[in-house]
């Protein structure tokens, strides 16, 4: 049998049938390509994202759980001293610490990741678990003014947090529900003294309470040069002490300090 190769020669030279297969696997290389970009430098972004959306969200939960605990501190009794506070958690751990000698004053606590956001005796703060430095989000029921006397005044409303029990937590996703009551109130009368001092002792924000008196009076018509007021820190007892001498000498009572604390009563 013979056989005419001369009619096979288009078939054996012909690029029709190699052309597609090439570019169904460039296709398939490109898709791929795209695919693997996205995975390695898009999701992460999206991710950060979210995650900074959703601290966000707690900062902002956090102002308005701290409103709560000012209007159960500051209510009077005829319109009633409680308060129920809503947050939603898409992930992380929701912590009440009650007032002890290693929490001071109690704190209310937000943690994801790396980052805590939390409530300390009237201010919301942010910082990171590997640091001491703390951000303050939101200012504490504390300042100072002075007059045109030179009459130095000190304001202070302290909040201790009273867990039910040990405190309480809670982790994961969904609605997290926190009852805040009023609890005992100690109040002092006005004041007149030579010199003040207030300390912020066992707190994990202790450098964030620092930056805030040290910007809130210089902002003041105090002076530390003139020995009219210093702010210290230690890291050791995380403490941040604050010592107020007034603007005239210290034979002169020129310092009115105004001093409250309120127990508040918090549970999940």
Do not use: C
Not at 64 to 91: C, F, H, N, W
Not at 146 to 163: F, L, N, Q, S, Y
Not at 235 to 250: F, H, L, M, Q, R
Request: aromatic fraction near 8%.
């Amino acid at each position: 049998m013979v056989v005419d190769l001369a009619g096979l020669t288009g078939l054996v030279r012909s690029d029709e049938a190699v052309s597609p297969v090439i570019a169904m696997v460039l296709i398939l290389f490109i898709v791929t390509t795209a695919i693997g970009v996205v995975y390695m430098t898009g999701l992460p972004r999206i991710e950060s994202a979210k995650e900074g959306a959703h601290m966000q969200n707690m900062k902002s939960a956090f102002i308005v759980l701290q409103g709560d605990i000012k209007e159960v501190a500051q209510a009077p009794s005829t319109t009633g001293q409680a308060r129920l506070t809503k947050m939603k958690m898409d992930k992380g751990s929701f912590y009440i610490y009650n007032a002890s000698e290693e929490n001071g004053t109690g704190y209310i606590e937000y943690r994801s990741g790396d980052q805590i956001i939390s409530y300390e005796n009237g201010a919301v703060f942010l910082r990171y678990s590997y640091q001491d430095y703390a951000e303050i989000i939101s200012d504490p029921m504390m300042y100072v003014i002075v007059d045109e006397d030179d009459t130095t005044h000190v304001h202070i409303h302290g909040i201790t947090i009273r867990g039910v029990d040990t405190g309480g937590s809670v982790g994961g996703s969904g609605s997290v529900q926190i009852r805040l009551k009023r609890g005992n109130v100690t109040e002092s009368e006005e004041m007149s003294m030579n010199e003040v001092t207030f300390v912020v002792e066992d707190s994990m924000f202790y450098r964030g309470w620092y930056d805030y008196f040290d910007d809130m009076l210089e902002k003041s018509d105090l002076d530390d040069t003139a020995n009219e007021y210093e702010i210290t820190k230690d890291k050791a007892t995380k403490t941040t002490t604050v010592k107020i001498v007034g603007k005239d000498d210290t034979s002169a009572h020129d310092v009115i300090v105004y001093y409250k604390e309120t127990e508040v009563i918090a549970q999940l």
